[in-house]
């Protein structure tokens, strides 16, 4: 039986972007997304993405100049680097060719290593076995593989390892991991099988964190980073299939602008929260508009759902809100008091202050941005409702006269917003981390 493969839009935008000068652009790859052309060529990928964003955010008439001289295969994720120019090109293929380059990985591991660092050395062939590539290892004709690994965190049944290339072959992290006893999780090639349903793992957990190269164009060294977000904890609370069932699960996701709250779409180019690998069978708690971002809790807890979303249990949201002008005392103080919206309803009494530039300096920026007026000063408020009508608080401020410009929900009663939880991500949290 042929596996049905999985629907993919590979959208890029600027928080995907790990560097970029005038000769390179490294891309933060996700789990799932081709970096080449496959057999089907209507199948998205990465180089014709990373095209397509170029040329328009550059307002290019033509397609960019791109080359690629590395891989990462489909279900690994991390860094990818493309030279932008011809110039930068033979760099690029000397640096790969060579082995010119500091390339580290990470990886979450079935077992523990053996050792807590060691090189591993195997000589590797490639065979085809039932239409299927892999590397296998042989005692003569083979191509020498050597990684370094390090164990950087160990529980009961899973690592993190930090794998060092020395070599640069197929597969080489996932079988000489496997080869050794510490197959990386998930790895249907070359991993265990009933620990990967174990996990409900599908696909490597293996990522691509670190790179660095000497380039002789600006002679300087370029290091590119990818934080390896991975921890042990998310991994057991799901070790077993058959005591997830009816687990309770909880996770909050920092949900970007122009994506629907949903996990359907009507359209392919729309982007909705089945593009965001998120974990199955759990449910929005509430809901944030497509053109809002911020704090959305996911749960498979319908009792929690419930209680966040009816607003007879008035539970308090926080909002940060970007409007048109600074509102004066009286302003604000009409916002607190309630105002009448769309609908004749009358708003609660809430809690509203403008924020101060040190509070807002961390806010990542819109893709793509919101529309100024050069003319026209914006600023920041907070403010905090126990009731959420259909676009509640842009009416609010907009009754008061000051339009919204960008809505980020930051909180749900106790559960905020985690500083290092990046648009577009999320993290698993327990149930005694917050409270109703």
């Given at each position: 039986m042929t596996k049905e493969i999985k629907s993919i839009n590979i959208r890029l935008d600027v928080k995907d972007i790990l560097f970029e000068d005038d000769n390179y652009i490294a891309v933060n790859k996700k789990s799932g997304h081709p970096v080449h052309q496959t057999l089907d060529p209507n199948r998205p990928n990465l180089f014709n993405a990373l095209k397509s964003y170029i040329k328009q955010r550059d307002k290019l008439e033509s397609d960019p100049y791109l080359a690629l001289h590395h891989r990462l295969d489909v279900n690994t994720s991390g860094i990818v680097l493309f030279a932008k120019t011809k110039k930068a090109n033979p760099v690029l293929s000397e640096v790969f060719k060579d082995r010119k380059a500091t390339k580290l990985y990470?990886?979450?591991?079935?077992?523990?290593?053996?050792?807590n660092h060691a090189t591993i050395e195997h000589f590797l062939k490639k065979e085809r076995i039932k239409r299927i590539e892999k590397m296998v290892p042989v005692k003569s004709g083979g191509q020498k593989t050597i990684t370094e690994y390090k164990l950087i965190e160990s529980n009961d049944g899973l690592s993190i390892v930090e794998f060092k290339l020395i070599t640069g072959r197929m597969h080489q992290i996932r079988v000489q991991s496997a080869l050794n006893g510490f197959p990386c999780l998930g790895d249907n090639l070359y991993g265990e099988t009933s620990v990967n349903k174990k996990y409900n793992q599908e696909g490597q957990v293996l990522h691509a964190y670190y790179f660095k190269f000497f380039d002789p164009i600006s002679d300087t060294d370029i290091e590119i980073s990818s934080p390896f977000n991975y921890k042990l904890d998310s991994f057991i609370e799901n070790s077993s299939n058959s005591n997830n069932r009816g687990k309770k699960q909880y996770y909050i996701f920092n949900k970007p602008y122009n994506v629907l709250c949903q996990f359907t779409k009507q359209t392919q180019e729309e982007l909705a929260l089945c593009d965001y690998d998120l974990p199955k069978e759990i449910y929005p708690a509430g809901r944030l508009d497509k053109d809002s971002e911020g704090l959305l809790f996911l749960t498979n807890d319908g009792e929690l759902i419930?209680?966040?979303?009816?607003?007879?249990?008035?539970?308090?949201?926080?909002?940060?809100?970007?409007?048109?002008?600074?509102?004066?005392?009286?302003?604000?103080?009409?916002?607190?008091?309630?105002?009448?919206?769309?609908?004749?309803?009358?708003?609660?009494?809430?809690?509203?202050?403008?924020?101060?530039?040190?509070?807002?300096?961390?806010?990542?920026?819109?893709?793509?941005?919101i529309r100024e007026r050069q003319t026209v000063p914006t600023c920041w408020l907070e403010i905090k409702i126990t009731e959420g009508k259909n676009r509640q608080v842009r009416r609010m401020t907009a009754k008061i006269g000051h339009p919204t410009l960008r809505l980020i929900r930051k909180a749900i009663g106790s559960i905020s917003m985690q500083d290092d939880l990046i648009p577009g991500t999320f993290k698993q949290v327990s149930k005694d981390q917050f409270k109703f």
């Amino acid at each position: 039986m042929t596996k049905e493969i999985k629907s993919i839009n590979i959208r890029l935008d600027v928080k995907d972007i790990l560097f970029e000068d005038d000769n390179y652009i490294a891309v933060n790859k996700k789990s799932g997304h081709p970096v080449h052309q496959t057999l089907d060529p209507n199948r998205p990928n990465l180089f014709n993405a990373l095209k397509s964003y170029i040329k328009q955010r550059d307002k290019l008439e033509s397609d960019p100049y791109l080359a690629l001289h590395h891989r990462l295969d489909v279900n690994t994720s991390g860094i990818v680097l493309f030279a932008k120019t011809k110039k930068a090109n033979p760099v690029l293929s000397e640096v790969f060719k060579d082995r010119k380059a500091t390339k580290l990985y990470r990886a979450i591991c079935v077992g523990k290593p053996p050792q807590n660092h060691a090189t591993i050395e195997h000589f590797l062939k490639k065979e085809r076995i039932k239409r299927i590539e892999k590397m296998v290892p042989v005692k003569s004709g083979g191509q020498k593989t050597i990684t370094e690994y390090k164990l950087i965190e160990s529980n009961d049944g899973l690592s993190i390892v930090e794998f060092k290339l020395i070599t640069g072959r197929m597969h080489q992290i996932r079988v000489q991991s496997a080869l050794n006893g510490f197959p990386c999780l998930g790895d249907n090639l070359y991993g265990e099988t009933s620990v990967n349903k174990k996990y409900n793992q599908e696909g490597q957990v293996l990522h691509a964190y670190y790179f660095k190269f000497f380039d002789p164009i600006s002679d300087t060294d370029i290091e590119i980073s990818s934080p390896f977000n991975y921890k042990l904890d998310s991994f057991i609370e799901n070790s077993s299939n058959s005591n997830n069932r009816g687990k309770k699960q909880y996770y909050i996701f920092n949900k970007p602008y122009n994506v629907l709250c949903q996990f359907t779409k009507q359209t392919q180019e729309e982007l909705a929260l089945c593009d965001y690998d998120l974990p199955k069978e759990i449910y929005p708690a509430g809901r944030l508009d497509k053109d809002s971002e911020g704090l959305l809790f996911l749960t498979n807890d319908g009792e929690l759902i419930n209680r966040i979303a009816s607003p007879k249990f008035n539970k308090e949201k926080t909002y940060w809100v970007q409007v048109e002008r600074v509102p004066t005392t009286n302003a604000l103080n009409e916002l607190k008091r309630g105002v009448v919206i769309k609908g004749g309803h009358k708003t609660r009494p809430c809690k509203a202050r403008v924020l101060s530039e040190k509070e807002t300096a961390k806010i990542a920026d819109r893709v793509p941005p919101i529309r100024e007026r050069q003319t026209v000063p914006t600023c920041w408020l907070e403010i905090k409702i126990t009731e959420g009508k259909n676009r509640q608080v842009r009416r609010m401020t907009a009754k008061i006269g000051h339009p919204t410009l960008r809505l980020i929900r930051k909180a749900i009663g106790s559960i905020s917003m985690q500083d290092d939880l990046i648009p577009g991500t999320f993290k698993q949290v327990s149930k005694d981390q917050f409270k109703f």
